[in-house]
């Protein structure tokens, strides 16, 4: 014959479990093991989603934005004349989108990587209001948001970036 471990309980010890009414109207109880497990499965799907969108933009730094520059697309060119900064200030762009594109996808970078991303897109930013007259201001606002958004949720790594530069220095 089975024994109910629910009678085991001490007299007063607090119960684990909630009483939810499901849509039939029946009365359900959930354990805390349960709702965590929800929480636990919305975390992780909510870090998966995150890892998507660094890939993504990682692949957009790379392959959008940075391979015109390093390539010396004439588009890129034309545009870097156009700011004043010539071929120099196109291949150091290039370049620094391209180090925050990999970065992106290396744990202990991920957070300073979105947090630079972030950065050269405000100069981006102020770039296309003053030179180009705003015609393509609104695209490096757009990626600010997700880059805020992996800088916030990645910030942990920031401590364990430090402990490893302070035991190279």
């Not at 933009?57 to 697309?73: N, Q, V």
């Amino acid at each position: 014959m089975p024994r109910n471990t629910a009678s085991r309980r001490p007299a007063g010890a607090a119960s684990a479990s909630a009483t939810a009414t499901a849509p039939d109207g029946a009365a359900r109880t959930t354990s805390a093991r349960d709702r965590v497990g929800t929480a636990s499965g919305g975390r992780r799907l909510a870090r998966a989603a995150l890892r998507v969108v660094q890939v993504l933009l990682a692949l957009f730094y790379a392959g959008a934005s940075a391979l015109p520059k390093l390539i010396a697309h004439p588009s890129a060119v034309e545009s870097f004349d156009r700011i004043g900064w010539g071929s120099t200030g196109m291949y150091v762009i290039g370049a620094l989108e391209l180090a925050g594109a990999v970065a992106l996808l290396i744990p202990v970078l991920q957070s300073v990587a979105a947090t630079a991303l972030s950065a050269l897109m405000v100069g981006a930013f102020v770039v296309q209001l003053t030179v180009f007259d705003g015609q393509y201001a609104a695209t490096p606002l757009l990626l600010i948001v997700p880059l805020a958004l992996i800088a916030w949720a990645r910030r942990s790594h920031n401590a364990e970036l430090l402990r490893l530069l302070r035991r190279r220095g």
